[in-house]
């Protein structure tokens, strides 16, 4: 699947096309039914599925110092949409340009002219625009005096729970990563380049890949059952844990994944680490010998976890 930019004209292959619209970060079940209906919608005329996102988000550019709150990446977003039958992404880069723009500017500046669409799906939540301008009511009259249809796609529920990237990361930070997965149809996942730490877990049988969390949310400190895809393909087991390792001086905050029956070097390489269930919360131990005991405990439960489901 092809990264286009939403600040300049997109490639004629693409112009013409159905255009889901929103953040859709976490690309939970709402966002793919926006998602899901525009693709439909695009196979039936026989035009382009495009879905357009916003990064960063506009909540990190109008409070720059909020917490990390992010549920995927770009890179994540992207593999979602592709699997979801877009055919390209569109990246709004959302700066001090684009938050300038009032309603009418967006639309015609970067719907009409970069992108040419013939029709956009949003959800009903949707604004955009300068100071939040526009609306689905403002979005359908602009498309209707310039010859694009609007169709908004309603809230999603699973079962009696509403489903929103607030709800998830509320879930996620209480140690629910279950209750996330539910709602995003997949676990949350953390992708990131494994680095170089002190190399203490070697010397105590615990080899671990370390990855810094960026701009993901942080869910519940603690230690997790997880899955994790390596950059060939491989998906193996093991356990993580996520925190500031208060054992060790000084903290520092980090995920931290111990892969089960694996001894070989991914220093450089991205990994994915999905969190499966939350086993318990970070504590301090008195010296290494009682922190191996716990971690011995940890992944005898990662491994029945991960074994059962």
């Given at each position: 699947?092809e990264?286009l930019d939403g600040g300049?004209?997109?490639p ?7 255009v889901?619209l929103?953040?859709?970060d976490?690309f939970?079940?709402?966002h793919q ?5 525009a ?10 599925a495009?879905?357009?996102t916003?990064?960063p ?7 720059p ?12 977003r ?5 699997a979801a039958?877009?055919?390209a ?6 700066d001090?340009?684009?938050?300038g ?7 015609d ?6 992108l040419?669409?013939?029709g956009?799906?949003?959800g009903?939540?949707f604004t955009?625009g300068?100071?939040?301008?526009g609306n689905?009511?403002?979005l ?6 310039n010859g694009?249809a609007?169709?908004t ?7 009696d729970?509403a489903?929103s990237?607030?709800?998830?990361r509320?879930?996620l930070q209480a140690?629910d ?5 539910r709602?995003l149809?997949?676990?949350f996942a953390?992708e ?14 615990y ?8 701009s993901?949310?942080r ?9 994790a895809?390596l950059a ?6 093991g356990?993580a844990?996520?925190g500031v ?6 903290p520092?905050?980090?995920?931290e ?6 001894a ?7 990994i994915e680490v999905?969190l499966?269930a ?8 008195d010296?290494l010998e009682?922190l ?5 405990a940890?992944c005898v ?7 059962a489901?």
């Amino acid at each position: 699947m092809e990264r286009l930019d939403g600040g300049a004209p997109v490639p004629a292959r693409y112009r013409g096309g159905i255009v889901a619209l929103g953040n859709f970060d976490g690309f939970h079940l709402g966002h793919q039914a926006v998602i899901g209906r525009a693709v439909a919608h695009a196979r039936t005329l026989g035009v382009p599925a495009l879905v357009a996102t916003f990064d960063p988000h506009p909540v990190r550019y109008f409070k720059p110092d909020v917490p990390p709150f992010r549920l995927t990446t770009l890179d994540q977003r992207q593999r979602l949409f592709a699997a979801a039958g877009a055919d390209a992404m569109v990246v709004f880069g959302f700066d001090a340009a684009l938050a300038g723009l009032t309603a009418q500017a967006f639309v015609d500046e970067r719907l009409i002219a970069n992108l040419g669409v013939a029709g956009v799906v949003t959800g009903e939540d949707f604004t955009f625009g300068k100071a939040r301008g526009g609306n689905v009511a403002v979005l359908a009259a602009l498309g209707a005096a310039n010859g694009f249809a609007c169709e908004t796609v309603g809230a999603v529920t699973a079962g009696d729970e509403a489903v929103s990237s607030s709800r998830i990361r509320d879930l996620l930070q209480a140690g629910d990563p279950a209750g996330a997965a539910r709602l995003l149809t997949r676990p949350f996942a953390i992708e990131g380049r494994v680095q170089h730490g002190d190399k203490v877990g070697r010397t105590i049988g615990y080899p671990t890949a370390n990855i810094d969390m960026g701009s993901y949310l942080r869910p519940a400190y603690g230690i997790y059952a997880v899955r994790a895809r390596l950059a060939d393909g491989r998906v193996l087991a093991g356990a993580a844990n996520i925190g500031v390792r208060p054992t060790f001086d000084p903290p520092k905050e980090l995920l931290e994944v111990f892969l089960f029956d694996f001894a070989e070097d991914l220093y450089g390489q991205v990994i994915e680490v999905a969190l499966i269930a939350y086993l318990r919360p970070e504590a301090k131990f008195d010296g290494l010998e009682a922190l191996v005991v716990q971690m011995d405990a940890d992944c005898v439960a990662a491994r029945a976890v991960l074994a059962a489901g």
